[in-house]
């Protein structure tokens, strides 16, 4: 099973979103991640790019001039050009919309109702449509015209304000945080809206207004709330936590770093009896989440100590033992080498066009019946124009060959 995992198959069976078809302009990360999910499950997943290319293939590591981050966030799609601020280009992305299940576009608020492509146009052309639209403060309220990315999510959420050391700056994510939550909400709200058009037979479709910062705002869990009724406003903490102790991160004797995090009481008492015998794990100051957060210098010193005492394995050993909760600090390197990545087959090996054998993140969660399966990655710019284009419109060679000339395709 889990060797099957790892073995992408061209000609995959029982996807779970065959027969599903799927728009997608948008560039970058949130509203193409959408996309992929949907694609890794079995979607005909049609991106549609500028002619000049989707930013992300120039956006971080390249090989051989190919965009690493374009090729997995595109993977499994179908590739074509159109621009769509052309009446020709309009013209087709309408013909394409009349046979899609879902269209997917994460220009600025008012951009497709600009080009005559806004959601009052496209159901009426097809009133079964489930149309995702990904901006970074959504259609409605004053900040609707405002560019938005994640970065800006992060910031505008709270995210940042909570994250980092007590006297340090709010802190960034180096990757693209908001971005993939906002994208998981944006996969889940599009089913929603599939399963309330097609298993409960309303046949329609809707409207899915999805803001990036909105969905890592409520993963932040109940701050709204503590501060409406408590007045509290949560501040930088580091890697402790308000809540419980001991949670942070300890530095091995080998120079490693593990985290640490006791969120039931009988953890707990494992991981003081581990670190400081009997006396600890039945200290009364440490019996409750509070009073280890009233005494958390001592209860961090202690794991700390404990661990900076001991190399990575044996740390990681004695807590396997004591059943105690613990994970090692891992950089991609230390990922490749982990036997419980490899059982789960979380990177699979494939080919790909441009590079040859390549080693990606598979499709997750994994479905016992009907699982995700990574079928190619993503592809050169255009490559499939003349298959949907031409032999799914009916465009013969001549239009498009006028299409290119005029920089619609």
């Known amino acids: ?24 302009a948008a560039s970058v990360i949130a509203g193409p991640t959408i996309g992929m999910h949907l694609a890794d499950f079995g979607a005909d997943v049609i991106k549609i790019e500028h002619p000049a290319g989707d930013a992300l293939r120039a956006t971080g590591a390249q090989k051989d001039g190919v965009g690493l981050w374009f090729k997995m966030a595109n993977r499994n799609k179908r590739l074509i050009t159109l621009k769509l601020s052309t009446p020709e280009g309009q013209a087709i992305f309408k013909d394409l919309a009349r046979s899609a299940d879902v269209v997917i576009e994460n220009f600025r608020t008012g951009t497709f109702e600009k080009w005559g492509l806004g959601w009052e146009v496209l159901k009426a052309i097809n009133p079964g449509l489930v149309m995702v639209r990904v901006t970074g403060f959504g259609q409605t309220g004053p900040y609707k015209a405002r560019p938005g990315f994640g970065t800006i999510a992060e910031v505008f959420s709270g995210f940042a304000a909570i994250t980092g050391e007590p006297d340090g700056p709010p802190t960034l994510p180096s990757f693209g945080l908001a971005d993939g939550i906002a994208a998981a909400y944006g996969t889940f709200a599009t089913m929603f809206a599939l399963y309330h058009r097609d298993a409960q037979g309303s046949g329609e479709g809707q409207m899915i207004d999805l803001s990036i910062y909105e969905p890592i705002f409520q993963v932040l869990g109940p701050q709204p709330l503590q501060f409406d009724q408590l007045g509290q406003v949560q501040q930088r903490w580091g890697n402790r936590s308000k809540n419980n102790a001991p949670r942070n991160t300890y530095r091995t004797r080998d120079g ?5 995090s006791t969120n039931s009481p009988a953890i707990v008492t494992r991981v003081l009896r581990l670190c400081g015998g009997e006396a ?17 210098d001592e209860v961090d010193g202690l794991v700390a100590d404990w661990v900076l005492g001991r190399d990575l394995d044996d740390v990681l050993a004695q807590f396997e033992r004591a059943e105690a909760a613990i994970g090692p ?9 982990d036997p419980q990545y490899k059982a789960r087959g979380d990177i699979v090996d494939m080919e790909d066009e441009d590079l040859g054998r390549i080693k990606m993140t598979n499709a997750f969660p994994f479905l016992s019946k009907t699982p995700a399966q990574l079928r190619h990655g993503g592809g050169r710019k255009g490559r499939h124009n003349e298959e949907v284009l031409g032999g799914e419109l009916g465009l013969d060679a001549d239009a498009l060959a006028e299409l290119k000339d005029k920089g619609v395709i």
């Open 1 to 24: 099973m889990n060797n099957e995992r790892q073995k992408p198959q061209t000609m995959p069976e029982a996807m779970p979103l065959q027969g599903l078809r799927v728009i997608e």
């Open 256 to 260: 490693h770093w593990v985290a640490i």
């Open 280 to 296: 600890a794990a039945n200290d009364p100051r440490f019996a409750t989440p509070q009073g280890r957060v009233e005494h958390i």
């Open 329 to 337: 600090a891992y950089d991609i390197a230390q990922i490749f080498e």
